[in-house]
């Protein structure tokens, strides 16, 4: 079995401050982890995603996120946040042992100027 | 590339009556997912193809909802009679196969009202 834990529902940061979207998961096996961005009326789209290798992984759009066995978290980073970056920000755990992600609740990223 | 495709986008019904949405993956793509997404909550799968066989579908509620991917490409998800707690974005996505590494790509979503 396999599960997501996003803390917060809603997180509020300043223009260029630090994004810090937090993320823990469950899983039996080693697991895949993903990080999703939801803009208004629009599909998902991948940001980033952890399979093996290096824990630190980069994305699209100046984020990145770390993979910590130890935590069994997964957060998502960005070092200045853009107007832009303003939407629902889903993580997501799989594994080899299922082919289905599953998904957090998600967290709403409010970006004020 | 053209991405995933959905119709509608938007569809207002009454409770127990019928509707279908539309799904056209990428090109090439052989498996093919249908979530629904309540309002403030993760997508949650229903059913999965792969070609036009179905991988999984334990979380689709049968009795009233149901989904066809003939010749494995575009794909159609039913709902026979529809209630209130339908009322949810239906996302449809697919992968150019079926590792869980591969990635997910979204269609726009179906935002689906039942009054």
């Known amino acids: 079995a396999q599960s997501v834990t996003q803390l917060g529902s809603h997180v509020s940061v300043s223009e260029g401050a630090l994004v810090l979207l937090r993320c823990n998961y469950s899983?039996?096996?080693?697991?895949?982890l993903f990080w999703y961005v939801q803009y208004p009326n629009q599909g998902l789209q991948l940001l980033l995603k952890?399979?093996?290798?290096?824990?630190l992984v980069k994305g699209i759009n100046g984020f990145e996120a770390e993979f910590k066995k130890s935590e069994t978290s997964f957060h998502l980073t960005k070092p200045s946040a853009h107007m832009s970056d303003a939407a629902e920000y889903f993580c997501?755990?799989?594994?080899?042992?299922?082919?289905?992600?599953?998904f957090g609740r998600g967290t709403s990223l409010i970006v004020h100027p | 590339e053209a991405g995933v495709a959905q119709s509608p986008r938007y569809k207002i019904i009454e409770k127990r009556q019928s509707v279908a949405f539309w799904c056209n993956p990428i090109?090439?793509?052989?498996?093919l997912y249908w979530y629904q997404q309540i309002l403030g909550q993760g997508p949650k799968l229903l059913i999965q193809?792969?070609?036009?066989?179905?991988?999984?579908d334990s979380q689709l509620p049968k009795d009233r909802f149901s989904a066809e991917r003939l010749k494995g490409v575009d794909s159609t998800l039913k709902i026979q009679p529809a209630k209130l707690e339908d009322s949810a974005v239906y996302l449809c996505?697919?992968?150019?196969?079926?590792?869980?590494?591969?990635?997910?790509?979204f269609g726009p979503g179906t935002r689906l009202t039942v009054l």
């Open positions: 996505a697919s992968s150019l196969d079926l590792q869980s590494t591969d990635t997910q790509y």
């Open positions: 899983s039996s096996v080693p697991p895949y």
């Open positions: 952890y399979t093996t290798g290096a824990t």
């Open positions: 997501a755990v799989g594994s080899g042992g299922s082919y289905i992600p599953t």
């Open positions: 090109s090439g793509h052989a498996t």
């Open positions: 193809f792969q070609n036009n066989g179905v991988v999984d």
